[in-house]
């Protein structure tokens, strides 16, 4: 397993956080609620997670994840955790405070993402190119002055590439993030999603955006990403 190819998904937690990555570079990192005196190594502001909450550690080539004895608790796939370091698996989903915050964990061989990750920042919350506006906050589209009425899983889409702008991301997180609903009811890390259900949904993407489709450039074998230059 390579360490820059192993990293923590938030799901779920503060606004300015969501669906950013924390890549697990150190042997221990420690989860809990921002503080004066303490600052934990992935920080929450939610009141239902503890000071120190949880602590995901390495363990050989793999990481665990314990509760510290946390006031609201830790489940892993819905399961109860303890002090016990519990080994996580790709795809593993984490939740804190009875789903306060909500994390995934991915453990992928594949070192692109991680270079990826280095690139142009998010962009802004709102955003101009010639002729196209787009507004994370109010999850607006704008194109040539109209609005674009996206719906549904095209507009969850489009939101999670912009939002990652310059950013691989991988065909599981647009699993994991763009159809959650298909893990209801399943044992499954992984929403069952098909590879040509995902490129339909991004050609469809593509033809709605017009001569901007081009910006959700293909990352073979891999993924998708929002193209974007700099200052732009």
Known sequence: ????????LIKKGDPDQLQKRKFLTKDVYTIGRRGTQFEPDIPFSSLYVSRKHAVLQKMGKQFAIADLQSKHGTEVNGTA??????VLRHGDHIVLAKGAVELVFFAEANELDATRELSIPI??????????????????????????????????????????????????????????????????????????????????????????????????????????????
């Open 1 to 8: 397993m390579l360490d820059d190819s192993v990293y923590i």
């Open 81 to 86: 955790i303890h002090d016990t370091p519990h």
């Open 123 to 232: 962009p802004n919350p709102s955003a101009e190119l010639p002729g196209l506006l787009i507004n994370l906050e109010r999850r607006e589209i704008r194109l040539d002055g109209k609005r674009l009425h996206l719906t549904g899983k095209d507009m969850d889409l489009l939101m999670l590439l912009y939002q990652r702008a310059n950013q691989a991301v991988s065909y599981e997180e647009i699993m994991v993030l763009i159809w959650p609903e298909r893990l209801f009811g399943t044992d499954k890390m992984i929403p069952d999603v098909g590879r040509a259900e995902i490129n339909a949904l991004v050609y469809r993407l593509r033809k709605r955006l017009g001569r901007y489709g081009e910006k959700v450039t293909t990352i073979p074998r891999y993924g998708y990403m929002w193209e974007m230059e700099e200052g732009g």
